[in-house]
């Protein structure tokens, strides 16, 4: 969603964090404030009805403390993963118990960091850069004091990334596409990015590109290849390596069986991974593991967890000692936690596990 988002503004809910502590336990949360094309929760009538979203509780984190120690046993580096957005969008009673479970899953060697938004301002209610700016503030400054040493992560999607930038000539479709998405998607503009990223409130971008369908970029008279090269090319001549480690990401999952050809998962792994790597990102993510997801399992191998053709492109990667990322949650397994991660380490060297914060 592209317009402004509902919702109550944050002095009222600062107001009523004090009574929201007092019948809310510390590892409880709540119902997100935004809801894409709906009611603000809580408002039945005029203001004064006004009543603060139901509270959520956490899930217990037993089974991800757990995840975190066979991960690390098993030699890979974990980021803990949570949706601070929603959380701060909730208040600060939330807010503060999402940040209290991220620090206390990342307080052991081995965790490398932590993951605060997916696709942040991106569709997530975060329509405006003083939004975004406040909240990559605010979550700054509270992992800092909770969970000094730990690397901050975001990721993003920049869609102007994806329309050829340095090759739009005037009047060309790039042009078009540029413009596009700048009146989309203004509060994550290129320059409002810029703006980000040398607040230094965050260690570690993971980058979409945006990439358009190959039939797109053929009927401007390119490839997806180049695409991705000048859209890596545009970020190093932004300087955001000099302010953050870079990360390509990529959602390479799919339901059931591989479907693709051996050729189609060479070609998938040059665009998302080959060239960003050539150009200067850090390491890969790598979307996902074994996740429901509209209903149906994406995996990265086949199931019963048999290669296929991208499960052996991934193994050429990491022979070729290509930092990758992948995402893991010990409540969506193939075969079960030590086997899972066992597997998975052999071609990843970092995973994505969430906090149970919702």
Known sequence: MTGNRPGVSRWLLAALAGAVVAVVPAACGGTRAHQSGGATPGVTGPLGSWTPPQAEPLSPIADYRDAVRVAVADHLRVWIEADLVKRWEEGPAW????????????????????????ELGYNDGMNS?????????????????????KLILVDMVVPQLGCLPGHQIPGSPAVACAAREQAAYPQIALPEVDRYLRMHAIDVLDLSTYLLPAGTYKSWGTTTDAAQTAAWREVDRRGWAGLV????????????????????????????????????????????????????????????????ALWDQLVRARDADDVLFTHFSPHSVESGVRADLARIATVFTDIFLPAGTG
């Open 129 to 149: 850069v003083s939004e975004i700016s406040r909240f990559l503030s605010a979550a700054a400054g509270a992992l800092r004091a909770a969970a000094p040493h």
């Open 245 to 308: 480690q870079l990360q390509a990401r990529k959602a390479l999952a799919h339901p059931g069986p591989f479907a693709g050809t051996p050729a189609q998962a060479a070609a998938d792994l040059r665009i998302y991974v080959d060239i960003p790597l050539a150009s200067g990102a850090h390491a890969v993510d790598i979307w996902t593991w074994h996740q429901d997801y509209a209903g149906q399992i994406y995996s990265l191998m086949n199931p019963g967890m048999r290669p296929n």
């Open 95 to 118: 807010f503060r118990a999402a940040v209290s479970r991220v620090a206390a899953l990342a307080d052991r060697p081995g965790v490398a960091g932590i993951k605060i938004a997916d």
